[in-house]
């Protein structure tokens, strides 16, 4: 403690002879450099007082904490909004999906009847196309046998008959056919 009351002591020893320097005792420095310090802080900051400056930080921390209150809040109802949003969109693609599949099952039978239907108007139509064609092969087959027979027969017929016979079966068909009318005129 006497190093600290020699400091402010010594001061009015020191000489004013114009030399400048360091003083490097710590202890004795300090105190000094503290004082003044204090004495500065004390003349300069009448003005201002620390507990306006702490209250008006204050302040500003409790609006920004309501402001951040009040912006939480709002967060927080977009998010329960959002949250709602995203159920009823999850909800309705939960239908349309069970919908879809259900549309898609109903398209895919339809499709497979349509597509059955269509293989029997096929197989029905191949059927009758083949029945056609036989019956047809069948017609040309039957027409070349009675062309050949007939062929045959005249062949036979004009090797067998002379004129005197042919007049002979001419006049034998006429007369059946004219009984023949002459039965259907009187019935």
């Given at each position: 403690?006497?190093n600290?009351t020699?400091?402010?002591v ?19 420095t ?11 802080l ?11 400056l ?37 909800m ?11 549309e ?6 339809n ?12 197989e029905n139509?191949?059927?009758?196309t ?5 019956q ?5 087959v ?12 005249l062949g ?12 002979r ?12 009318n002459?039965?259907?005129?009187t019935d």
């Amino acid at each position: 403690m006497k190093n600290v009351t020699d400091s402010f002591v010594s001061l009015s020893h020191w000489p004013s002879a114009g030399s400048f320097g360091f003083n490097t005792d710590i202890l004795a420095t300090n105190p000094i450099n503290l004082s003044v310090v204090l004495g500065v802080l004390i003349f300069f900051g009448k003005g201002v007082c620390v507990s306006d400056l702490l209250d008006n930080r204050k302040q500003r921390i409790l609006s920004t904490i309501r402001n951040s209150e009040e912006l939480r809040g709002g967060a927080v109802e977009q998010l329960e909004k959002a949250r709602a949003r995203l159920r009823k969109v999850e909800m309705e693609a939960d239908e349309y999906r069970v919908n879809g599949y259900s549309e898609i099952e109903r398209e895919k039978m339809n499709l497979i009847n349509a597509t059955d239907e269509i293989l029997e108007r096929l197989e029905n139509y191949k059927n009758e196309t083949i029945h056609f064609e036989q019956q047809r092969a069948i017609n040309q087959v039957r027409q070349r046998v009675f062309q050949q027979a007939l062929q045959g027969a005249l062949g036979t017929l004009k090797s067998c008959l002379n004129s005197e016979l042919h007049l002979r079966t001419v006049s034998a068909n006429i007369g059946t056919l004219g009984a023949m009318n002459m039965k259907e005129i009187t019935d």
